[in-house]
């Protein structure tokens, strides 16, 4: 058992990365092989509802997950030595010259990457999924409005696709860091 209080927290910051990811990529996991599938099975208008409630509170626990992930991986390299508040910032082996710093470069990229999907699901598509029919909507407003719906949903599914095949990149190339790195 460590003696080391710094070892302490730094086996509490990987702990936190991994049950962060585990809820991630667990989440988005269930929403592609489980939920998916199963709305298929029921009455559009039941699966549109349920749809949108499970987006709703799936998107709380990726955002959650998000932020802490990048949290816990920074203070990690900063505990590692590699990353400080004061310039250049970063201490060899975080540099682009170096596997290590290749590869966790590109997982900050790609955390970008799903932080903007993210962005796009929660502002932009997952409004388009809720509305009322207000009374004296015209027939053509609804039928626009339900292919909205629908097209909102599509992308919906897409970037999460994405997003899980990203995951098990960036996962990927985590494992890879105690090794040196994979880039
Ligand atoms: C979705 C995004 C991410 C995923 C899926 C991911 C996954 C992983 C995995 C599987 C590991 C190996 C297990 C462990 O030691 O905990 C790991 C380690 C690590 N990750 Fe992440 N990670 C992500 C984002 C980040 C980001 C953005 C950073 C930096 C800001 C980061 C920094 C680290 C560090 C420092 C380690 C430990 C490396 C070592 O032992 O030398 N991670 N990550």
Redesign the pocket.
Known sequence: MPDDPQIWIQILL?YI??LS?AV??GGAVAMEFVLGPAQTSIPPAQAQVMGQKTSDRFLWLAWGS?IL??I???L??ER?D?LNVTWPFFESPLSLSES?GRT?GT??V??CV?AINGALVTFRFRPRLAGKIAPGTSAAQVTSNQAGRIAAATWIQRLTRADLA??VV??????S??WGGLL
């Open positions: 990987g990365h991994d990811i991630y990529l998000l992930i990048l816990t991986g920074a990690r390299l590692l590699m290590y966790v997982m900050f790609l955390w799903l990203i995951t960036v996962a990927l190339l985590g494992a860091l105690k």
